[in-house]
């Protein structure tokens, strides 16, 4: 209902209680006094002026009322507008919602199989630790002693990596490691030792008075004192490698089945 319609009704509800008031005292006016005509004439007088001060007072107030009246059919606007949006928002936020979860399935999924297949890695490269140079081993060791005991997955791929490439690394090449061993008389003999790649090695002391080889045998490395290893030829061979003597063919003695079971295993893991 519009300002200007209440205002003709409240106007029209006093014209007819006027109409009223007229009539009752039009019909009591013949038999009343002068002085209860002059009361009545008071009162009538009285409620014209109640009359236009309320028609005043409401002509003054109608236009704050229908400014009032807009601003609130703007604020419901408004507030519907907001809803509407908060509504569609709160779907956007479901959405997303759903698609973050199903994300989080997918990544947990994947961490499970990369777990189990880290978890195969590690195994399988840590089997092979034994049968490994025992140079080769201490770099393993290395790399083990250097990961964190919580360490995460980056961290354990990591030195895995990093093992797989020393043997790479080793396996492609010709080594030379000094260290002191236990001839079978009980002597602690100081040897050098040279590995071809990761699967045979010899070795010889000083003097020659001891010599022999190793390989990979029943999943652990194995030196063999040998009497019928020429220790000159592998003595010759080590001068060549560290530049003492002039490059020529040497003849070294290969035990073809334990060569053979080296790269067998080799090839098994």
């Known amino acids: 209902m519009k300002v200007s319609h209440v205002a003709n009704g409240f106007r029209g509800v006093w014209i007819r209680g006027l109409l009223s008031f007229l009539l009752v005292s039009a019909s009591s006016a013949w038999a009343a ?14 409620i014209t002026k109640q009359e236009r001060k309320l028609v005043g007072d409401w002509k003054l107030q109608q236009p704050a009322m229908q400014q009032r009246i807009e601003l609130l059919k703007a604020e419901k606007a408004q507030l519907q507008a907001i809803l509407k949006q908060s509504q569609q928002s709160q779907g956007d936020v479901e959405a997303k919602r759903a ?20 978890s195969g890695l590690t195994a399988s490269i840590d089997s092979m630790q034994f049968m490994l140079p025992r140079p080769l081993q201490q770099d393993w060791q290395n790399e083990e002693a250097a990961q964190k005991a919580d360490a995460d997955n980056s961290q354990v791929l990591q030195v895995a990596l990093a ?38 090695a010899w070795f010889t002391n000083v003097d020659g008075q001891y010599a022999g080889w190793g390989s990979a045998a029943d999943g652990q490395w194995q030196w063999h004192f040998d009497s ?33 079971n080296a790269v067998s295993a080799e090839g098994g893991e």
């Open 99 to 118: 698609d973050l979860l199903q994300q989080q399935a997918d990544l947990e999924s994947q961490q499970a199989k990369l777990n189990q297949s880290l």
């Open 163 to 200: 093992k797989l490439s020393k043997l790479t690394q080793f396996d492609q090449r010709l080594t030379l490691n000094e260290t002191v061993m236990q001839a079978p008389d009980g002597n602690d003999v100081l040897v050098k030792q040279l590995y071809l790649g990761v699967g045979f």
């Open 33 to 46: 006094t002068p002085a209860q005509i002059d009361e009545l004439t008071q009162q009538w007088l009285d």
């Open 228 to 260: 019928a290893t020429d220790a000159s030829e592998i003595a010759t061979a080590i001068a060549i490698y560290e530049k003492r003597h002039q490059a020529e063919l040497v003849r070294l003695p290969v035990n073809l089945p334990a060569l053979s």
